[in-house]
């Protein structure tokens, strides 16, 4: 099953959104963290783009993820529904896992990009999570005790999203076919558009296929 490559909305986010250098010898957004050094220069990653200069990830999230209660991150699941027009919303869940599944139209570019900012909201909600533009970021919280950031930050741990447009790639993905990523710099390229995505989330924003 063909799905769309993480590394190619992290090409397009770095080039398009931040306008930087698709060679950039400062930049590096296949690394998850804030910034690293090679050869004694600093070379700025992924979460530097979204964020800024935080090089203390573990000492940010809080700030992000105690905003709500665990509760409220269920409900982000819930709202996430209503925002991709679903009409049908199911929640899975026991010790180990938690599921949720909806039948809304599939992410594009834009939306998964919503997904994963923050304060940059659209939405004129006045609670909580509407107004400080969170969103996705408090499901972080249900990866594991309090807020989740030792398992986010020590362990890489983090929530799976698949957003399919087609039957048949739900039913390839709970068959365990074979995955193949494509990797574009171009949406529009034939056949990278209807792909679906299939990506892990960690450190809150930094997506890996």
Excluded at 95 to 113: M, R, S, V, W
Excluded at 162 to 186: C, H, T, V, Y
């Amino acid at each position: 099953m063909k799905i769309k490559s993480a590394k190619s909305f992290r090409f397009w986010y770095k080039t398009k959104v931040k306008e930087i250098e698709k060679y950039s010898p400062s930049h590096n957004e296949n690394f998850v963290g804030t910034y690293h050094t090679e050869n004694g220069k600093k070379i700025k990653g992924f979460f530097e783009m979204y964020h800024g200069d935080k090089p203390d990830i573990a000492s940010y999230l809080p700030s992000i993820l105690k905003i709500a209660e665990d509760g409220q991150a269920i409900y982000e699941f819930l709202q996430n529904a209503v925002d991709c027009n679903s009409t049908h919303f199911y929640i899975f869940y026991n010790e180990k896992y938690f599921l949720a599944i909806n039948n809304g139209e599939a992410f594009d570019i834009e939306g998964l990009q919503s997904v994963l900012n923050i304060a940059q909201t659209t939405k004129k909600s006045c609670d909580k999570i509407g107004r400080f533009g969170i969103g996705f970021k408090l499901v972080h919280r249900l990866v594991g005790k309090n807020e989740g950031v030792s398992e986010l930050v020590n362990q890489y741990k983090g929530p799976i999203l698949f957003s399919w447009a087609k039957l048949q790639d739900l039913q390839g993905l709970m068959n365990r076919e074979p995955l193949e990523p494509i990797f574009s710099e171009n949406e529009d390229e034939p056949g990278y558009k209807i792909a679906p995505h299939l990506l892990k989330l960690i450190l809150t924003n930094f997506p890996r296929a």
